[in-house]
């Protein structure tokens, strides 16, 4: 069972045990006339009374309020309510009058208007518990649907990240496939090559990229494979710098983040008849992860459909899921360079 469940459990315990300290108290912030406090003895003849508060507290908590006022049946609810405590009243009454013996507990005559007195003030605490058998249901309801909402959302989101990352797998293998195409015809001894690198490429994209986080060193060990696969057919004319920490740390970070900024850079910043760049950079610093990437501007026009609607709104998305309120992202065109500039904190406290 998961903790929060626990803690809600505990929580309903408690605010039983809590109702009923009170009331096992109350013989003691009550005392009668000339005696401040209620011995064992007197004590002893207020538990019919606890069994009174407890038998309509219950059958309300159990029955009625379930039954009648949860369908709003109001009417119902209140009727029932005075049928319980009618005979719930009447039970005590007869209990002190003829099983309790008149020695032990002398009832002396009463003028009417104290017996009014007390069966009004017995009927308003019974309404009253009435009231917080209301509200400690209702409380109980509340929880139970705020779990299975939150329940409901962290499914729905956990279904939406894997189809988010799922989006990004096949557009992977798209590219590198094609590049791996275009390497039969310039060099068939280097395009084998390129297709043993995808295998292990792969291995990590479909198993071990599978779990919410991985180390920072795979995913930098990841990026290297992959500019070196895309970069290998790349002309002379294109400058690409690849800058990558040594010895990355062991921090954890989502999988498979970076990799569209790069894709992208491949895919729309090369022009095989014009002087290109390509400038790949990852660092740390303190709680962050910055990644940097710049490269020549040349878009691709309408006809060119590959990969389309992945890329930057997939990985928006992916990041405001995971990261909500710990990351930065900034893109766009400054003249003839695009920009990408993706900022995350992964430690577990927002920076």
Partial sequence: MPESADIKINSGWLIHLAIWAVILAMPF??????????????????????????TVFYVNYFVLVRRFLSTRQTGRFILWNVVLIGGVSLAVHLFFRYVLAPSALPLPRRP??????????????????????????????????ESQRKEMEKTQAEAELANLKNQVNPHFLFNTLNNIYSLIEIDPGLA????????????????????????????????????????????????LELSLPGSPSDRQIAPLLFIPLVENAFKHGVDPEQPSFIRISLSEKDDYVLFLVENSCFPKGESDRSGSGIGIANLSRRLEMLYPGRYSFEHGRVQSTYRSLLRINTSRTEG
């Fill in 112 to 145: 009417l208007i104290d017996t009014v007195s007390f069966a009004v003030r017995n009927t308003v605490i019974y309404i009253v518990i009435v009231g917080i058998s209301v509200a400690v249901w209702m409380t109980a309801r509340w929880y139970r649907n």
């Fill in 29 to 54: 912030f009550s005392p009668q006339p000339g005696r401040p406090l209620h011995g064992g003895l007197d004590y002893s003849h207020f538990i019919p009374v606890i069994i009174s508060f407890g």
């Fill in 192 to 239: 084998r090559e390129a297709v043993h690198d995808l295998s292990g490429m792969l291995r990590y994209v479909l198993y071990e990229s599978q779990t919410p986080e991985v180390p920072l060193q795979k995913e930098c060990a990841f990026i290297r494979e992959y500019v070196k696969l895309m970069s290998a057919r790349l002309s002379p004319e294109v400058k």
